[in-house]
């Protein structure tokens, strides 16, 4: 799965002392299986009442978000989210029903 956690919501004040806390994320998470692709996007807040281990804005990469989304969430929904994006792809590559314009 490739995650894009590159966009977030930041406190306009101090929190606990910081500038600059990342307090939401919006997220966007594509798996590939050769043509065919699954996609999901949202955002997910973060528990910024016990900042631990504070990182100023200009020090976040992209792997630390993914990882602070993906603690977030929890181990169940990610792993549901990697079954529903197997799902997507599965039913791109097996359609169930397709769309059709008559013609007449």
């Given at each position: ?13 101090e ?7 990342i307090?939401n994320?919006?997220?966007q998470?594509t ?7 699954g996609s999901?996007?949202?955002t ?8 631990q281990?504070f990182k100023?804005f200009d020090?976040?990469?992209s792997a ?24 997507q792809?599965e ?7 397709i ?6």
């Amino acid at each position: 799965m490739n995650w894009n956690c590159k966009t977030v919501d930041v406190y306009t004040h101090e929190q606990d002392g910081h500038e600059e806390v990342i307090w939401n994320v919006h997220w966007q998470v594509t798996k590939e299986d050769g043509d065919y692709e699954g996609s999901a996007y949202g955002t997910q807040s973060l528990n910024t009442e016990d900042i631990q281990d504070f990182k100023p804005f200009d020090e976040v990469t992209s792997a630390m978000i993914e990882g602070w989304v993906k603690d977030a969430m929890g181990e169940e929904a990610v792993t549901d989210l990697e079954a529903s994006l197997d799902s997507q792809i599965e039913d791109e590559k097996n359609p169930t029903s397709i769309t059709k314009t008559i013609e007449n």
